[in-house]
């Protein structure tokens, strides 16, 4: 998807919003971190391609992609995406904040003062982010650092936290009583006009906010940070899931463009809290949320028809075809894979013993190639169906092409003489398969003896 549905001409992903995009380009540089990539070229491609506003029209948009251009920089630090990231960040500074009304916080929109969950947590972790860059972006020591508690401690007298340690949608101008905080009371301001609006408990508005207190509590040893932090990702695992502990936005099944992406969100920033913890249990039990997840979406939530996946990602739900499955959805997917590759060697197993070696077609360690059988036109399921009936089948990887063409090729230790009907067979040097070799569209498969 990463490759298939990029625009170079203008630095987006195609069939995406444009807020999206920043968060695909952060995905991407999550990617990157792990295997070194060509599509490392595509970071380059996009700063030339967009500017500061590319987001959209609100301060979240913008903020997302200051995100995204940080991300970037931790694995390619050229100073252009760096400064880029921080002049996004001082127009949201001068022109966001607001103290009239609820008494301070971002603002979502600059023609729209309503005081939203998202846009607030996503300044929180832009503020943390850039916080050690301040000397080499010519700011106090603890410039970006001021900014982060000051943000923190109005979000947290907000009541924007409810009593079930989830985070609502925002804050409205009502008199109305609504659930409490998990402070104990509506909100610290004083002030009836700006409550808690018992929206929609999205998944993301659990998830950024994971981040921005790992990294404020690492900076300031605060240990309560990462209390409230492990309280609120345990809250969503309990509440916001199928019976089955997988990940269920609110909406589903009926998400619209934005939500559709909510998910990937969560689970990139609960990948981000991991490293912070010290709790034994918590960090296993978040791995082992995200690995099951993960395995959850891999083998059972890819559409066979166009590679893309499903928005729902439990595998009690209807078949993936009939469900969204679009590129957001399809990006949500692949932040999932990315997060749960970044806290443990993901090995995925189909039903039928085949373990998820990577990315890119099977190869030794010095990239070379098994002969193998190979076809094109034969969906996943199909490819290793007939790789489970030659017993001489060391791998297999199949292709899902950006022209929607699939391809199969089964890596054998038998001869020509064996080739199924229908199938070519081409030599290789390669006596077994020991890694993948990266390429973007392809997936290897490794059978467990």
């Known amino acids: 998807m990463i490759t298939c549905q990029y625009d170079s001409t203008s630095g987006l992903w195609k069939n995406e919003l444009r807020w999206q995009s920043g968060n695909t380009l952060e995905t991407l540089a999550n990617f990157v971190s792990l295997m070194d990539s060509p599509l490392r070229s595509v970071f380059h491609q996009t700063y030339m391609n967009t500017d500061m506003f590319v987001g959209g029209d609100c301060f979240d948009d913008y903020q997302w992609w200051l995100l995204g251009w940080l991300q970037v920089y931790s694995v ?3 100073l252009d995406y760096l400064y880029r990231a921080a002049d996004i960040y001082d127009f949201v500074t001068v022109n966001a904040w607001n103290d009239t009304i609820c008494r301070g916080g971002i603002q979502w929109c600059p023609k729209n003062a309503y005081k939203n969950a998202i ?32 943000e923190w401690q109005w979000f947290e007298a907000s009541g924007l936290i409810n009593g079930y340690n989830l985070i609502n949608d925002g804050l409205s101008s009502t008199t109305e009583t609504i659930s409490t905080s998990h402070k104990g009371n509506v909100n610290h301001f004083q002030d009836a006009s700006c409550v808690n609006n018992n929206g929609t408990t999205w998944t993301y ?22 209390d409230i932090a492990q309280k609120i990702a345990d809250a969503t695992i309990q509440r916001l899931t199928y019976s089955d502990l997988i990940l269920k936005e609110p909406c589903e099944p009926n998400c619209d463009t934005d939500q ?25 039990q978040y791995k082992s949320f995200l690995e099951q997840n993960a395995e959850s979406v891999w083998t059972s939530r890819q559409c066979e028809r166009d590679g893309l996946y499903s928005l729902i990602w439990s595998n009690q739900s209807s078949a993936s075809c009939n469900t969204s499955h679009n590129s957001s959805t399809t990006s949500a997917a692949w932040d999932l894979f990315v997060s749960s590759a970044k806290t443990k060697s993901l090995s995925i197993k ?30 996943k399921i199909e490819c290793r169906t007939t790789a489970e009936q030659d017993t001489g089948a ?12 699939q391809y199969c090729r089964i890596r054998t230790s038998y001869g020509p003489h064996q080739t199924p009907q229908g199938w070519s067979y081409e030599n290789g040097t390669a006596k077994t398969v020991t890694r993948s070799n990266k390429f973007p569209v392809t997936s290897c498969f490794l059978r467990v003896v």
């Open 205 to 226: 508005n659990q998830g950024v906010i994971l981040t921005g207190l790992a990294l404020l509590y690492n900076s300031t040893g605060n240990a309560t940070l990462l």
């Open 260 to 284: 559709q992406l909510f998910k990937g969100i969560f689970v990139r920033h609960l990948a981000y809290l991991i490293p912070y913890l010290t709790d034994a249990a918590h960090i296993q």
């Open 76 to 78: 390619e630090p050229n």
């Open 119 to 150: 846009t607030n947590e996503l300044f929180l972790v832009s503020s943390m982010r850039l916080h050690p860059y301040a000397s080499l972006l010519a700011r106090p020591p603890t410039y970006f650092l001021d900014w982060a508690l000051k």
């Open 350 to 379: 189909s039903p039928s013993n085949w373990t998820y070696l990577g990315l890119g077609n099977c190869a030794d360690d010095k990239n070379a190639s098994m002969p193998n059988f190979n076809k094109m036109n034969v969906t």
């Open 394 to 405: 060391v791998a297999y990887d199949h292709q899902f092409g950006c022209n929607g063409i």
